[in-house]
């Protein structure tokens, strides 16, 4: 007989073992289902979570994919430790995107010390402006930020796909949704030569690293956590609630920006319909897979990013379905939960006793 | 590699050495391989259905001289530049991206392996290990027209568009020219949905079409819905890319449906030949890349009708774009008796008159 019983205090043993315990689980269970299907599970797991690092421009293609997960899952752990529920980050992407490829599409001509920057700039404050929506909702109205940061990338999806098949349309591009090709001074700049490794890939863990210092360091980022923690005391304190929650939607929503426009000015090149393959959903993940830290958030945009490699090597190599990246994501998810039971519970071992039992039902 | 050797291998110690080696399979002098990169799931029906009913008539036909590989559900952003690359870092020899939006990444790809010979579908940029082939899906639409001019009783039909790319364009205007020329009055009534696969979308701008007075639906987008609505509010439809048969055998006129694998068995034995060039294709029934379903849920005079409709497309007697066509606002845009020429109409963006509702 097992029996689970509240610690009364977090293990701090846990809070750290719990996701290195989910993952090997996640890896042993991945392997059983690729048994299943026929194939070797060593071979398979190889194949799925190590192959994809050791081919030619393996770590490059893993940084590419893993800088707007990060960048976006930092800005998602810092406002759901607040307690602000952003679901809308995608939304916030694509206005980034749209504000400063705009400026791209504008001035193609401009000087790139001026145009990058400038694209950059208008990026965050475009995803910050589409953040700023549900955060007046939120405080005027106190509208649910979930519902309505969804809601909005919808509306900035419809925008988008406006642009590009109205305005802004290529029109040396016979009528196909799509802008024409950023210029060469409008471009992330590559701060790996052949590799596509972009500037976002590096500025990345830098922004974590700042978000983890604010959050940890700062009266700011401890303002935060009592908001989100215990909303009452943060009240008795006198921390100005309503602040706090704009704060925290601008800084995600900020990211999100960021995110979107280094991702259309580098690796994508142009406003198309297609800009995102759902970063800002998927973010949503990294923030909880890392424990709703900043740093976390780093480790897990890059295996989250890495299970979409190996989703494509294991089509590649082993013909499996496209379905097992997101086989295996989930499962990750429900085994990061469920060992998260460990950190606030411990599993005793309790012996039946039997006289007791038998005294029990004599008396 | 079996079980046993396997074992061997691994108490030997040497995963971390050999395992990659045994992932690769050796390029020499194996099978020729083929990759493919794929939109959507391979699944049961729709445009990367028949791409893959493609490939796989291609491997049947070439045995163990090919071995070809897909990925599905690639999307179209830089991760599909990840992937194309990969298939040509493995070794593909030939690979064949079956969307539009694959299009810059093809290209980006193919700069870094000159050696590699790229087919994208439906573009229009090529280079010199690029080419770019694609249906004239218009020509089924005609042939769909012609069918629900004869058919339709309100005189209004409906048309689920995706994207307004030419492709579409040219569908819709097709389809309407198709039905003018049994039907001098009947009109054509669409809705956008800004996605080639949305069931939820299909079927709301179904209902919709349907609501305004629409009593056959045709649609350009991927999945079943808009026929299994049509179905329930007793409408008749067509299908599209697969015959859909199965979906709504009472409510399925015909389907275009798209025939890829003559292609691919063509392109493929042109590299095995090493005779493979760069080039534009653009088949339509004549090539055999496109073909109707079955003529069903009509009277036999309709049936013989579309057949004929169908014949005189495939021996150039009806060249389907002819003039004189206006547009929506009354301009003529070919003068009587001239053939639009297939530069204009890869890149059409207007609406014949008799279309009804603005593009964008």
Known sequence: MFRIEPRGYPSRFWSLGSPILAIALTILVTGV????????????????????????????????????????GVGLSLCYRTNVWNIGAEGQ?????????????????????????GMLALGVIGG???????????????????????????????????????????????????SALFSSTATT??????????????????????????????????????????????RFAGFNEDRLIWTAMLISGG???????????GPVGQLTTTISPGYGFSAVIVAFLGRLDPIGAVFAGLLLALSYLG???????????????????????????????LIRYRIKRVRPNPAVTLTGIAE | MDRRQFHKILGAGLISASLPSLLRPAFADGPLQVGFVYLGPVGDFGWTYQHNVGCQQAQAHFGDKVKTTYVENVPESPDSE????????????????????????????????????????????????????????????????????????????????????????????????????VNPTAKLKFIMINSWYDPGKEGDATKALIDQGCDIITQHTDSPTPLQTAKGRGVKAFGEATDMTKFAPDTQLTADVNDWGGYYIKRIQDVLDGKWASTDTWGGFDSGMLSMAAFANMPDDVKALAGQAVADIRSGKNKVFVGPLTDQSGKLQLPAGQVMDDGTLSGLQWLVEGVEGKLS
């Open chain 1, 33 to 72: 289902i690729f048994a299943a299907m026929g194939q070797e599970p060593l071979v398979a797991v190889y194949t799925f979570l190590i192959a994809p690092l050791l081919e030619h421009n393996g770590l490059a293609a893993l940084a590419i994919r893993a800088a707007p997960l990060i960048m976006i």
């Open chain 1, 93 to 117: 992407f694509t206005l980034g995107a749209i504000s400063g490829g705009g400026l791209a599409l504008t001035f193609p001509d401009a000087p790139a010390e001026l145009l990058f920057p």
């Open chain 1, 128 to 178: 910050m402006f589409w953040a700023a929506i549900p955060a007046w909702l939120r405080t005027r109205y106190n509208a649910n930020e979930i519902l309505t940061s969804l809601m909005l990338h919808y509306i900035a999806g419809l925008l988008l796909v406006y642009l590009v098949t109205g305005p802004w349309k290529d029109p040396h591009g016979f009528g196909f949704p799509q």
């Open chain 1, 189 to 234: 700049p590559i701060i790996v030569p052949g590799t596509g490794v972009h500037l976002g890939c590096a500025l990345a863990p830098l922004l974590a690293a700042i978000a983890w210092l604010v959050l940890n360091k700062s009266v700011l980022g401890f303002k935060l956590r009592v908001v989100g923690q215990a909303p009452r005391a943060a």
């Open chain 1, 255 to 265: 990211l999100a920006g960021l995110a979107g426009i280094l991702e259309v000015a």
């Open chain 1, 311 to 341: 989703g494509d090597a294991a089509q590649i190599d082993l013909g499996l379905p496209n379905a097992v990246t997101g086989i295996f994501q989930g499962i990750l998810l429900f085994f990061l939960l469920g060992c998260d039971l």
């Open chain 2, 82 to 181: 990840h992937v194309i690359a990969d298939l040509a870092a493995k070794g593909n020899k030939l690979i064949f991206t079956t969307s539009f939006g694959y299009m810059n990444y093809t290209l980006k790809v193919a700069k870094q392996y000159p050696d590699v010979f790229f087919e994208h579908c439906t573009g229009y940029m090529r280079d010199k290990n690029v080419s770019t082939y694609n249906i004239r899906f218009y020509e089924g639409r005609f042939v769909q027209g012609v069918i629900a001019g004869k058919l339709t009783k309100s005189g209004l039909v409906g048309y689920i568009g995706s994207i307004p790319v030419p492709e579409v364009v040219q569908g819709m205007n097709a389809f309407l020219l198709g039905m003018r020329s």
